[in-house]
C-alpha cells in the first residue's frame, strides 16, 4: 500500500466528488479512478461508493481513512520538518572555537542567529585551533572559529577579521601611561606569554617581536588562556602581547597600548568544508562572514 493512494481516498473523502478530488491533486479523474480502484484490490473491498452527482465513503473507507490518518498526519509532519532543514530553518549546528573568538565574534553573532532561526540549536565546543580543524574535516563540527596555523586541504578558510597586535600592561606599570610603546623598551620586563600547544600563532609572534627587536623575552609564565592572560597582566606578573580588543575592557587594571613600528596581525577565520556544510550551518557561517569583506555562499539566508 502506497501512502499516495491513501493521500487520494483522503482528497477524496473530503471532496465526495472524483472531478472536484481529481483538480485538487492536479491529476485528470480517470488517473484517480485507477488509483482508488489499485487500492480497493489490494484492501479486498470497496471503499468508496459512486453516486451520480457524487461518492460517499463506505464502512471500510471511514475505517481505513480514520485508522491511517495518524500516519499521514506524521508524514505531514515529517516532510514539513524536512523542508525546513533544508531550508535551514530548523536542526542543528555544530561549532567550535578558540577562547579569542568568546569576546566579539560568538554573543552577538549567536544572539542574532537565534532571533532569526529559533528553531535552530546551536552545540558548541571549545579546542585548539589544529584540533579544530581536525574536527571539521572529519564532519565533527560544522563550523570553527579558529586561527589558520593548520592547513588541511579539505577545510575552506574565510578571515572574520585582522587584529593589529599590542601590548597588555597593568594600570600600575608606568608604561601604562604612555601613548605608546616601542619594543625594545620592554627588554627589563617580565612577560606572560601564550603556551605553544594552546596558542602557537601568538606565542611565535611574541617570540619573534622581541628578537627583531634585539632581545630574548624574559619569560615569567605561560598560558593557555587568554582570560589567565589577561588576569595575570593585571595581577602585574608580566606584560604580555595581546591583539587591541582585548584587555582594558575585559579588566579594569589591565591597560592596552599600541606598539610602535610593529605592524603585525593575528587571524580570526572561520574554516568549514564548502561541499559538506548543512544549510543551517551555512546560514550562520553568512551571517559571520558580515563582519568581513567576504562573499557570501549561495543559496542562504
Known amino acids: 500500500m502506497e501512502l499516495r493512494d491513501l493521500r487520494y481516498l483522503e482528497v477524496l473523502a473530503a471532496e465526495l466528488h472524483f472531478g472536484r478530488a481529481a483538480a485538487r491533486l492536479h491529476m485528470t479523474q480517470p488517473a484517480l479512478s485507477q488509483a482508488l480502484a489499485r487500492l480497493e484490490k489490494e484492501i479486498g473491498c470497496p471503499l468508496l461508493q459512486r453516486h451520480p452527482r457524487g461518492a460517499s465513503l463506505t464502512n471500510a473507507g471511514r475505517v481505513l481513512l480514520a485508522e491511517t490518518q495518524g500516519v499521514l498526519k506524521t508524514m505531514d509532519i515529517a516532510c514539513e520538518l524536512s523542508r525546513r532543514v533544508g531550508r535551514g530553518d530548523a536542526g542543528s549546528v555544530t561549532i567550535g572555537f578558540v577562547d579569542a573568538a568568546v569576546f566579539d565574534i560568538l554573543p552577538p553573532l549567536l544572539r ?3 532571533q532569526r532561526f529559533p528553531a535552530v540549536s546551536v552545540t558548541s565546543r571549545q579546542l585548539k585551533s589544529a ?7 572529519t564532519g565533527q563540527l560544522d563550523l570553527a572559529f579558529l586561527r589558520r596555523e593548520a592547513a588541511i586541504p579539505e577545510v575552506e578558510y574565510r578571515t572574520i577579521r585582522m587584529e593589529r597586535l599590542a601590548l597588555a600592561v597593568s594600570r600600575n606599570n608606568p608604561l601604562a601611561r604612555a601613548r605608546d610603546v616601542a ?21 611565535g609572534l611574541s617570540l619573534d617581536i622581541c628578537l627583531g627587536a634585539g632581545f630574548t623575552p624574559r619569560i615569567a609564565a ?6 589567565v592572560l589577561i588576569e595575570m597582566v593585571a595581577q602585574e606578573i608580566g606584560v604580555a602581547f595581546v591583539v587591541e580588543s582585548w584587555g582594558a575592557k575585559r ?15 593575528l587571524e580570526l577565520a572561520v574554516g568549514f568544508r564548502p561541499e559538506q556544510i548543512p544549510m543551517a550551518a551555512k546560514n550562520l557561517l553568512n551571517l559571520a562572514l558580515q563582519m568581513a569583506p567576504t562573499e557570501r555562499l549561495s543559496d542562504t539566508a
Open 112 to 114: 542574532r542567529f537565534r
Open 131 to 137: 584540533e579544530l580543524a581536525a574536527c571539521v574535516e
Open 183 to 203: 619594543v625594545k623598551d620592554l627588554a627589563e620586563q617580565d612577560f606572560i606569554i601564550p603556551a605553544l600547544d594552546g596558542a602557537p600563532s601568538l606565542h
Open 222 to 227: 605561560h598560558t593557555i588562556s587568554i582570560q
Open 251 to 265: 579588566n579594569p587594571n589591565v591597560v592596552v597600548k599600541e606598539l610602535r613600528g610593529v605592524e603585525e596581525f
